[in-house]
């Protein structure tokens, strides 16, 4: 079992940045591919970004991409989001989640086996 507790939501105004943590507890995190999702009021859970087991590899929705980076430090137990350029449609509860294979990493969210409580991104315009 892995315990996940995401941070670092917040209010922002449009083109600013946020970081987000997710710190996990539990079984051996450093075996699980990380990933970030979000959903947003009146929509499915989105993909946002995820990450190898060794930080090697990482893999990004369009929506994103060039504008956040996912990461993870084995040694603190945290995986992390950073957010820059932020836009009103990344307004969302953004979601860490574990993966237990590893590998391939995945956008689907089925695929993931533990998931955070979610914490708040409200980007005002």
Avoid at 23 to 44: I, L
Avoid at 84 to 95: H, M
């Amino acid at each position: 079992q892995v315990q996940l507790v995401e941070s670092g939501g917040g209010l922002v105004q449009a083109g600013g940045s946020l970081r987000l943590s997710c710190v996990a507890s539990g079984r051996t995190y450093s075996r699980y591919a990380m990933g970030w999702f979000r959903q947003a009021p009146g929509k499915e859970r989105e993909f946002v970004a995820t990450i190898s087991l060794s930080a090697g590899r990482t893999y990004y929705a369009d929506s994103v991409k060039g504008r956040f980076t996912i990461s993870r430090d084995n040694a603190k137990n945290t995986v992390y989001l950073q957010m820059n350029s932020l836009k009103s449609e990344d307004t969302a509860v953004y979601y860490c989640a574990a993966e237990e294979r590893g590998w391939p990493l995945t956008p689907r969210a089925y695929e993931y086996d533990y998931w955070g409580q979610g914490t708040q991104v409200t980007v005002s315009s």
